[in-house]
């Protein structure tokens, strides 16, 4: 998890906590991340829902919230994340799943795939990268 993120959920658990107080005993604390106001689940139905009512108002076009693990996964990938890694994050059973739904054609990741292989023929070692 990068510093940005475990920075993002210490300031979510500090909301809940204030959240936890302000609700009183009846606070249902089942550790949800996407909560209701008293701590209760967000039903699927709901919540995406609320995702598409966030579409409408910010103007884009409806693609829904299971779009976002599309979009993340897809970005992971290309931005070099070793498909193992992305894999685990999605909670798939293998790789191979994973490389079936989003393993698409990169011509720019093969150009680079190409010419780091190159530079290993060449030089006999690693790219000055590291890689």
């Known amino acids: 998890m990068s510093e940005e993120m475990g920075a993002l959920l210490r300031r979510w658990k500090a909301q809940r906590?204030?959240?936890?107080?302000a609700f009183g005993p009846a606070y249902d604390d089942e550790g949800w991340i996407c909560a209701e106001a008293d701590g209760s689940p967000i039903q699927p139905d709901t919540l995406s829902g609320?995702?598409?009512?966030?579409?409408?108002?910010a103007g884009v076009p409806h693609r829904g919230l299971h779009a976002c693990r599309h979009t993340h996964a897809e970005m992971a990938l290309a931005g070099g994340v070793r498909?193992?890694?992305?894999?685990?994050?999605?909670?798939?059973?293998?790789?191979a799943i994973t490389a079936d739904v989003y393993g698409h054609p990169d011509e720019?990741?093969?150009a680079l795939a190409a010419e780091r292989f190159g530079a290993i023929l060449t030089t006999g070692g690693m790219t000055a990268d590291g890689d």
């Open 83 to 95: 498909l193992d890694v992305v894999s685990r994050q999605l909670g798939h059973a293998s790789i």
């Open 108 to 110: 720019q990741a093969a």
């Open 50 to 57: 609320r995702f598409r009512a966030l579409e409408r108002r």
């Open 17 to 21: 906590a204030e959240e936890r107080l």
